[in-house]
């Protein structure tokens, strides 16, 4: 299998670009000031040459030698028009994030699945597919489910590949958790419309989730040492998605460059969802990463 890497940068200030041209990567730049997430997307997907486009977060590590083949297989067999894949948290992950990524990516393939969710974390679509239909460039987060639901609509299919993992790792402040979850709810009430989040979803959530951890972590052993993260993730998580279904404004150029760029707390190296500089697409053969 051939395989084209691309990497597209926003202006990075260490060893990312030094590190890519040692691994033969493609390079395409885009200016700060331009970065959306479904932008910096096309920007790669543009640059590439072969038949399958597939996205890895710079945050997370395949975790298993035929990663990329299992994420392709559904594609290239005609199953699916876009596939994604499972994701694993790391050491450093947050108790809660865990679970999420047990409750969203389990141990089943669901090939194709229902609906249109989908991770470009970890995911693959033919340059056909991208062709016809390009990233949203405005939205703030969930271009890989805006593309999603249109590919739904007009027929296709969306499919989860649980023998393509790979460990995501965020490692983030609150206040980062908080703005990511803000930011995809902005997204969110747009392509979900019917989806109402009100005060009273954000208590029943978090409380529910807040037990549900709880439990999981009594029964694991680590209660003591995972409450008080427990408490302060859920709250940031939830209340970020309240306070992004619920404002009714539009994003200064600032905001975005906030929400994007968020600077990191101190002490804290800056994790957030992959900025342009942080994607690698793939393709050729063809395959393109």
Request: with cysteine; charged share 25%; net charge neutral.
């Amino acid at each position: 299998m051939d395989v084209e890497l691309i990497l597209v940068d926003s202006g990075s200030t260490d060893r990312t670009l030094e590190i890519a041209k040692q691994f033969g990567c493609k390079i395409v730049h885009i200016k700060k000031s331009d970065f959306t997430f479904g932008r910096s997307l096309n920007y790669g997907c543009r640059a590439a040459e072969g038949e399958f486009l597939v996205f890895i977060s710079a945050h997370c590590i395949p975790d298993s030698q035929h990663w990329l083949a299992n994420l392709i297989e559904p594609i290239k067999t005609g199953q699916v028009q876009y596939a994604y894949g499972k994701q694993i948290g790391h050491e450093v992950t947050r108790f809660s994030e865990h679970q999420i990524f047990s409750q969203y990516y389990p141990d089943d393939s669901a090939i194709p699945q229902d609906g249109f969710f989908a991770n470009n974390a970890n995911a693959a679509i033919p340059a056909a597919i991208w062709e016809k239909y390009k990233f949203d460039e405005a939205v703030t987060g969930l271009e890989d489910m805006v593309l999603a639901k249109e590919i739904v609509k007009d027929g296709g299919t969306i499919g989860y590949v649980s023998d393509a993992p790979v460990i995501h790792i965020h490692e983030e402040s609150f206040q980062q958790t908080k703005r990511r979850y803000y930011r995809e709810a902005l997204t969110l009430r747009e392509i979900m419309p019917e989806v109402h989040f009100h005060i009273f979803d954000f208590l029943r959530y978090f409380f529910a989730s807040v037990s549900h951890d709880f439990s999981v972590s009594v029964k694991k052993g680590v209660f003591a040492r995972s409450a008080f993260e427990i408490l302060t993730f859920r709250l940031m998580q939830y209340w970020g998605t309240y306070k992004g279904h619920n404002e009714h404004r539009v994003l200064s150029r600032e905001q975005k460059e906030r929400y994007y760029y968020p600077r990191p707390t101190k002490g804290t190296r800056e994790r957030h969802r992959p900025a342009p500089s942080e994607r690698t697409i793939n393709g050729k053969s063809n395959l393109s990463v």
